[in-house]
């Protein structure tokens, strides 16, 4: 049993690094805007609404900041061992070198769990999107092909059939190679982040230019009041929640917490940055701090543009929970802007899937170096240098439970995903401080007791905050992770059994 404890020692991560095959392409900026392409989203074009209506009401910028400040205290954590460790799989790979095998597969498996999940329910958003995106133009796909079957209402066979092909697309361009994607990216993180500016400058000139939702005495009349009494609503699985007060904020910040795991998608690309120990720490903070003031900007303007019990699924407005800012937008009279929002997300959502769907397969290739999942995810394209067997099986189980699972579920267990790895990194660094203190670190947490005290505390309290659903089906997801461990894992672990390797490497 003691085996499940071994670390992989330092020195093989700077030998994985000289043999990595993977082209070194990406840059600081290249990386800054993989992190951006994959924060801004979900968070600000979904999130926004279910988080509004189902949890803290005008309150949700709070929600924002402190999901906000329980991110910074895990990217900097990140930053840290992406000075020391730069290598592809992310936090999976810092934790098989500090705290052991055992704790390395946990994190790697709820990784897989965040960004294929992440991959799943944002492609959903997407679907939404792009169907409104349509109508613009007076196309209207029928409702059996553009939802779940959940969700679908009427009788017979139902798919989100936009979710399905686009993530089978994304597929086609991710095996084509990371140039190729980075450079689409950075194309459409340009775009969608002049839209959200364009949404936050003409939402307070809304706001403010309209006297029936401001007026100099009393203020932004949505925003009363800001923080709303604790009540009880359905959710959207049809159960009494509370929602709002200083409860609502807090299951708030846990629901939208997946918004921001762009940051960590910027360390999986480590094996393929030009100056990693420099341009990943950089591009990690850079990233999050602009988005989260993206994000807190938005929610005032969406929560102050339209009232949040209007974002209610079964209200007067039924489809702006699937796409609020635009929803917003055509409420207040500005089609047009409704239009442009429109557009922008349905661009904009295509890179989060794109970074969330690369990133899950640079964890596979660290897992599969590593022997514990087959090796099979890890090889390489001849041509292309990308992992593209496993992308594909990742693309088509992607495309196949997005066009058939609602996005509830699916947005709820990637934040459980997000903050259990968050709050092992954070562990796995005071770890390192005192078991490597002499260790050169290029990038260090700053007061790093304290951080990482922060960093567990918040984390893990977000974690009891998500809905009962979110936990239960997690630690189902948990369980099976340690059956493959105890049933293949361990068994083939390169560290754990160097004997059946010896003449491979």
């Not at 960004?115 to 997407?126: D, F, K, P, T």
């Not at 403010?208 to 959710?235: C, E, M, R």
């Not at 660290?366 to 067997?389: E, R, S, V």
């Not at 922060?454 to 239960?472: K, M, Q, W």
Request: glycine residues 8%; charged residues 15%.
């Amino acid at each position: 049993m003691s085996k499940i404890w071994v670390k992989k020692p330092l020195s093989a991560y700077e030998a994985d690094m000289k043999k990595s095959e993977l082209k070194k392409v990406l840059g600081k900026w290249s990386l800054t805007a993989i992190g951006v392409g994959a924060i801004i989203g979900g968070g600000i074009f979904v999130l926004t609404g279910t988080g509004a209506y189902y949890h803290a009401g005008p309150a949700l910028a709070i929600s924002f900041i402190i999901a906000g400040i329980a991110c910074v205290f895990a990217a900097l954590c990140y930053a840290e061992f992406a000075s020391i460790i730069p290598v592809e799989g992310s936090a999976y790979a810092y934790a098989y070198g500090t705290v052991g095998e055992i704790f390395a597969w946990a994190m790697g498996w709820c990784l897989i769990l965040e960004y294929a999940m992440a991959s799943m329910a944002v492609s959903v958003s997407w679907s939404g999107y792009f169907n409104k995106f349509l109508k613009i133009f007076n196309i209207h796909l029928p409702a059996y092909l553009t939802s779940d079957p959940a969700s679908y209402t009427g009788d017979g066979f139902s798919m989100n059939l936009p979710a399905f092909i686009l993530v089978l697309l994304i597929t086609a361009l991710l095996v084509k190679g990371t140039k190729e994607a980075a450079g689409a990216n950075n194309l459409i993180v340009l775009m969608k982040t002049s839209a959200v500016i364009f949404v936050i400058i003409a939402g307070v000139y809304i706001i403010f230019s309209n006297t029936d939702l401001y007026n100099a005495v009393d203020g932004v009349k949505n925003w009363k009041p800001f923080i709303p009494d604790q009540v009880q609503i359905k959710n959207s699985e049809g159960d009494l929640v509370s929602a709002y007060g200083i409860k609502g904020i807090i299951s708030g910040a846990a629901a939208i917490f997946f918004a921001y795991i762009g940051f960590d998608a910027v360390s999986t690309q480590a094996g393929e940055a030009i100056n990693p120990k420099k341009d990943v720490p950089f591009a990690i903070i850079a990233s999050l701090l602009v988005c989260t003031a993206l994000y807190i900007c938005v929610s005032l303007v969406l929560t102050g543009m339209m009232h949040y019990t209007d974002f209610n699924p079964e209200g007067k407005y039924p489809d702006a929970i699937k796409a609020p800012v635009a929803y917003a937008f055509e409420i207040a009279g500005k089609h047009w802007a409704s239009n442009i929002v429109t557009i922008a997300a349905t661009v904009g959502l295509i890179s989060v899937v794109m970074v969330m769907m690369m990133g899950q397969s640079r964890i596979f290739i660290g897992m599969a170096k590593d022997g514990l999942i087959p090796k099979f995810f890890g090889d390489l394209h001849p041509k292309t240098k990308t992992p593209y067997k496993g992308i594909i099986l990742l693309g088509i189980v992607v495309a196949l439970i997005a066009a058939f699972t609602p996005i509830s579920t699916l947005a709820d267990m990637t934040s459980f995903g997000t903050l259990f790895a968050f709050t092992l990194v954070c562990i796995a660094v005071w770890v390192m401080r005192k078991k490597e203190p002499n260790l050169i670190r290029p990038f260090k947490v700053p007061a790093y007791k304290i951080v990482v005290a922060l960093g567990v505390f918040i984390n893990i309290y977000l974690i009891f905050n998500l809905s009962a659903h979110a936990l239960e089906l997690s630690a189902v997801w948990l369980f099976l992770g340690g059956l493959v461990y105890f049933l293949y894992g361990k068994s083939n672990s390169k560290l754990n059994n160097p004997e059946k390797y010896q003449n491979q490497d």
